[in-house]
């Protein structure tokens, strides 16, 4: 049963989002994610830091935090920053709610749909803690097999 | 990320080298706005992602926002080689409620 984890800050520019999925893509691929699971990861990865650098510290850049760890063969990822909050969390998670035409609103949709688990807290002025979980299928198969 | 225009008769076709996210998509929506803005005969947008080989929500909203420029002229927005995961998080998106997808270049420039 693999162990471990990884614990890094940076400031929330844009090209740090990049960066992220890298790590994470990375770290992840200590476990038996397959190729389709992976960019899943990504995805969800990359949604969760812009999230921070556009939203959490609109007007300048803060610091985010992204904790992963590997227990039981299940990934977790925590992205926390310092930022402003979400003030109606219900509202933000609205298919297709953005205040920018340039924007689908589907970050937190992403989130959700990737992941096998993903929960937000927050407050407003107090930041953001995304918790995203997700166990590889093969992993899942293979401890049904067992029972 | 690489951006590489052509112009073929009333169709602009992109071709998209890299990753389209947060950081990069501010390019990818100025260096088509440029070209539209300095071409108003372009009517179609094709985008070619043989090359791309990651999107987010912030890559997807760069899409729909050119989307919107090429509705303004009536104008049709299609993309060529998109690749497997790309085109799943296309469906779950609804981008392909206005944006075609096409096997081929060839069979996307005739749309005309």
Redesign the interface.
């Known amino acids: 049963m693999k162990e471990n984890y990884l614990n890094i800050s940076f400031p929330s520019l844009?090209?740090n989002?990049?960066l992220s999925?890298v790590i994470v893509a990375s770290f992840a691929a200590q476990l038996d994610f397959t190729l389709?699971e992976l960019?899943e990861i990504?995805?969800a990865t990359?949604?969760a830091v812009?999230n921070c650098?556009?939203h959490a510290y609109p007007d300048h850049p803060g610091e985010v935090r992204l904790e992963l760890k590997i227990s039981d063969d299940t990934l977790m990822i925590k992205v926390i920053d310092e930022g402003c909050g979400i003030a109606d969390l219900d509202l933000a998670k609205t298919p297709?709610y953005?205040s920018?035409?340039?924007?689908?609103?589907?970050?937190l949709?992403?989130m959700e749909?990737f992941m096998d688990e993903m929960t937000i807290e927050s407050q407003p002025n107090q930041g953001t803690k995304v918790l995203m979980v997700k166990k590889p299928e093969r992993s899942k198969n293979n401890s049904h097999d067992c029972q | 990320m690489n951006l590489e225009l052509k112009r073929n008769g009333r169709v602009l076709t992109v071709q998209v080298s890299g990753?389209l996210?947060?950081?990069t998509?501010p390019t990818f929506?100025s260096r088509i706005e440029e070209e539209l803005g300095n071409d108003q005969e372009i009517k179609h947008l094709i985008l070619d992602l043989k090359e791309t080989n990651?999107v987010?929500?912030?890559g997807?909203?760069?899409i729909?926002?050119r989307y919107?420029s090429i509705a303004q002229r009536n104008g049709r927005l299609t993309a060529v080689n998109v690749p497997l995961?790309l085109q799943r998080?296309f469906e779950?998106?609804?981008?392909l409620k206005v944006m075609t997808i096409c096997s081929s270049l060839e069979e996307a420039q005739n749309i005309d």
């Not at chain 2, 779950?92 to 981008?95: A, H, Q, V």
């Open positions: 844009p090209d989002v990049s999925r389709n960019e990504r995805v990359s949604e812009s650098v556009i297709a953005s920018d035409p340039e924007r689908m609103g589907l970050g949709v992403f749909s | 990753e996210d947060l950081s998509s929506r990651f987010d929500s912030s997807l909203g760069a729909l926002g919107k995961h998080l779950l998106s609804g981008l």
